[in-house]
């Protein structure tokens, strides 16, 4: 096990809600990223932060937005969910400088 | 933007064969690095390449990173059944700390 925790495991949302998931990165690990992968799919990388600051984003809406607290831990927020949101939410941390990335299990999330 | 391909999508071996997984990106990465995904779970880190032309072996794993850093191959030889699970190879460009970006994979079957 990485020491990466996620929450909630599993989560059922109606479009046009809004969620928070949240993560725990591993012991010392100062940077978060945050992936989306669909079924069959690999993850796509939706955005990092390090040190409280968003460091990168990749190809995803405004509405995918997060957060990094002081003790590294992090949220994925989706506002306005649409039923093509329905994934596994993977949260990712690692230290500056290395590329090294250790996963958590993950957030299943449903969108009907 | 980038793109990272695996082939094949799907690999159906018996127990004893080898397997291979190919990986090709549009651009030049800095590193390339692989992960193992077992079903329903979360992706978990095998090794990372860096320098052009690098060879790595775990035990029956070989990793090759291109001399143009732009394609990797992962051979396994000699499959076990607790091979079975989906490779994924994944590039950062530049000095994109952790906003990786990942294959489709190749999902490894393997008959006892």
């Known amino acids: 096990e990485t020491g990466v925790t996620q929450s909630p495991t599993h989560l059922i949302k109606t479009r046009g809600q809004q969620v928070t998931l949240r993560c725990s990165s591993q012991s010392g690990h100062n940077t978060v990223s945050w992936y989306q992968q669909a079924l069959g799919q690999g993850p796509q990388f939706i955005f990092q932060?390090?040190?409280?600051?968003?460091?990168g984003r990749g190809n995803f809406p405004p509405r995918f937005s997060g957060l990094q607290f002081p003790n590294y831990s992090s949220e994925l927020n989706v506002n306005a969910l649409e039923l093509d949101d329905s994934a596994l939410y993977l949260c990712?941390?690692?230290?500056?400088?290395?590329?090294?990335?250790?996963f958590g299990p993950g957030t299943r999330l449903t969108v009907t | 933007g980038q793109q990272v391909m695996q082939i094949p999508q799907y690999q159906h071996v018996q127990e004893g064969e080898d397997f291979t997984t190919y990986c090709n990106s549009s651009t030049t990465l800095s590193n390339i690095q692989w992960y193992k995904q077992r079903p329903g779970g979360h992706p978990v880190f095998l090794i990372q390449l860096v320098k052009s032309g690098e060879v790595k072996k775990q035990k029956r794993l070989t990793f090759q990173f291109g001399e143009a850093k732009k394609n990797s191959s992962l051979h396994i030889t000699a499959t076990q059944t607790t091979d079975v699970g989906t490779y994924f190879c994944?590039?950062?460009?530049?000095?994109?700390?952790?906003?990786?970006?990942f294959g489709q994979g190749t999902i490894l079957t393997v008959h006892p």
């Open positions: 990712a941390s690692s230290l500056e400088g290395v590329e090294e990335q250790y």
């Open positions: 994944a590039g950062t460009p530049g000095t994109s700390y952790g906003k990786l970006t």
């Open positions: 932060y390090y040190r409280e600051e968003e460091n």
